[in-house]
């Protein structure tokens, strides 16, 4: 699986970006599909993520009610729209797409990753 990640641009505290995400492969519908981030100076964090079938999704405490992910099994594509952003969102966030075992979810594939920078 092969990711693009793209969207990524600078916007003003409080405006909005629509990150887009495209696989190659034919078992895109098969794969969790996440959003990380990673802002300078600190640890890559997931931001969100949604399952490949029921399309269940999650998010970190501080995205909540302002992101939302979403998936397109027939384009292959997966969207954070990113709602009433902060200057501590700013970021470079990357696409991945993984599986789930008894363990939890890993992510085998990812995007080339996409700045998002937010001013305040």
Not at 57 to 75: E, P, W
Request: aromatic share 10%.
């Amino acid at each position: 699986v092969q990711l693009q990640a793209s969207g990524g641009g600078l916007v003003q505290a409080g405006g909005s970006l629509r990150l887009s995400c495209a696989a190659s492969g034919r078992t895109f519908s098969s794969y969790v599909m996440g959003w990380f981030r990673r802002a300078p100076g600190k640890e890559r964090e997931l931001v969100a993520r949604i399952t490949g079938g029921r399309g269940t999704t999650h998010y970190a405490d501080s995205v909540k009610g302002r992101f939302t992910i979403s998936r397109d099994n027939a384009k292959n594509t997966v969207h954070l729209q990113m709602n009433s952003l902060k200057p501590e969102d700013t970021a470079v966030y990357y696409c991945a797409a993984g599986t789930y075992s008894g363990s939890g979810y890993s992510y085998h594939y990812w995007g080339q990753g996409t700045l998002v920078t937010v001013s305040s």
